[in-house]
């Protein structure tokens, strides 16, 4: 039996929520780690109190779920994009969730000496009543606080939530060239985030090295989960 199961659909049709609000259910009676990963429509403003009653139901039935807006963007109900932006958008959003579940993925299989098990996980993110995603790049070094501030930026945005009211826990996955990933500047960087995201929160970091060539670039996923 799985340990962790991730469920991804786009909002704004019934077929979608159906399903995975169904196989959420079923997935749950098995003691799995139920992760939902939704995108949500923004081209009717109309939808909103809609997609809200459906991310309450599916809340019910998991762990924890991610809203990612059809922006590509934080939810930003504010800014609907014109008809025929619509693909770049759509095409956006399975991006941007693409990276929370691949994300996810990697984080529980770091290597021996940074490894987050899916009981950490658990522990971390079970039972929120919101969770944001955010990701930045940059080179590293010095900017790693940078990098972690502009991440941690668009996951309070995607959750909704705010440092030292209701952000309860946060895991931190920073990735790159090992020769960027030395103590000397990853320790650093891993205390600006903690700064950033307050004393109240409890932070898990995880460090994995990237041996791909013609990768230069320092990237840092954060998932916040909401109380």
Not at 6 to 22: D, F, H, K, N, S
Request: glycine letters at 12%.
């Amino acid at each position: 039996a799985s340990s962790m199961v991730v469920l991804m659909t786009g909002m704004g049709g019934a077929t979608g929520m159906t399903l995975i609000q169904e196989t959420a259910k079923m997935v749950r009676r098995t003691g799995a780690l139920t992760v939902a990963v939704v995108s949500m429509p923004v081209d009717d403003p109309l939808w909103k109190a809609e997609v809200a009653k459906e991310l309450v139901q599916l809340k019910e039935v998991s762990d924890v779920v991610f809203a990612i807006a059809q922006t590509g963007h934080p939810l930003t109900w504010d800014a609907i994009p014109p008809v025929q932006e619509r693909a770049r958008s759509l095409l956006n959003a399975e991006r941007w969730m693409l990276h929370c579940v691949a994300g996810l993925l990697r984080a529980v299989a770091l290597p021996a000496r940074t490894t987050l098990g899916v009981r950490e996980m658990r522990s971390l993110l079970a039972g929120a009543k919101g969770a944001g995603y955010g990701v930045a790049e940059g080179r590293g070094g010095k900017e790693l606080g940078c990098i972690g501030e502009a991440a941690i930026t668009q996951a309070l945005a995607c959750g909704s939530g705010r440092v030292g009211e209701n952000l309860r826990s946060a895991l931190i996955v920073i990735s790159g060239p090992a020769a960027q990933l030395r103590w000397s500047s990853v320790e650093p960087g891993k205390n600006e985030i903690r700064h950033l995201l307050g004393p109240e929160t409890s932070c898990l970091f995880g460090v994995q090295a990237s041996n791909y060539r013609g990768c230069s670039s320092v990237m840092t996923e954060v998932w916040l989960a909401f109380s």
